[in-house]
């Protein structure tokens, strides 16, 4: 297991398999997101048999598998709420890490500068350089909703 840490309350890992669960309790996790699809993964790493192993050591496993075509914004919202609910730190993973950080930099797009969105997940070895324009897009479209909303 390779735990990336993005915030104090959030990181993300490559593939995890059953093996890894009691080292991600004894490190504090929580909560474990399971954002890869089962069809990329052999049944020994599907998201029932990680679900067994985390609730076997007291953690709250979720599953949001997410691909190009499913990083929506409800997706993105859904994962936010995940972590949000979460009664601590939270684990996120998929083949690389990649698609949990692109998933968090969406929704953190409106709250938080591009900048240093774009810095926290290069020092956890994620290059997400070429998401900068859709970030300024998010970020872009939600604060023309709050001053629409402020206008109301």
Known sequence: MDARTLTPRYSVSPQI????????????????????????????????AIRAAAEAHGLRFEVLPLTHQTMTP?????Q????E????AVLAYCASGTRCSVVWALSQASVMPIDDILTTTAQAGY??????????????????SNLANSED
């Open 85 to 88: 609910t979460s009664e601590g």
């Open 127 to 144: 290059q997400l350089d070429g998401l900068r324009p859709t970030l300024i897009a998010v970020a872009t479209q939600a604060a023309q």
């Open 17 to 48: 398999s059953v093996e890894d669960l009691p080292q991600l309790a004894k490190a504090g996790f929580t909560t474990v997101i399971c954002n890869r699809p089962d069809a990329e993964v052999p049944p020994s790493h599907q998201a029932e």
């Open 74 to 78: 409800e997706n993105v919202a859904k």
């Open 80 to 83: 936010q709420t995940l972590i």
